[in-house]
């Protein structure tokens, strides 16, 4: 995944193995997964918290669209 990405995976990141069988690391079996999440359930504090998944996020940054 961090080549895919090309960077190290964020210490709250994850690579999750659509499959299950975690040696198959072909790009078509991962999925970069998030663990983290705003403390608060305020309105405000979703948008914020939205704005800034898409900033670091960014498909065409990463590469993805």
């Known amino acids: 995944m961090e080549q895919r990405l090309s960077r190290p995976l964020l ?12 040696d198959d ?8 997964w998030s663990s983290t999440h705003p403390k608060g359930q ?8 939205a704005l800034v998944i898409v900033e670091r996020y960014d498909a065409k940054k990463e590469g993805w669209g």
Not at 14 to 20: E, L, P
């Open 11 to 22: 210490p709250d990141e994850t690579v999750h193995h659509i499959n299950g069988v975690k």
């Open 42 to 49: 305020r309105v405000s504090d979703l948008l914020a918290w």
């Open 25 to 32: 690391n072909r790009p078509e079996n991962l999925e970069l």
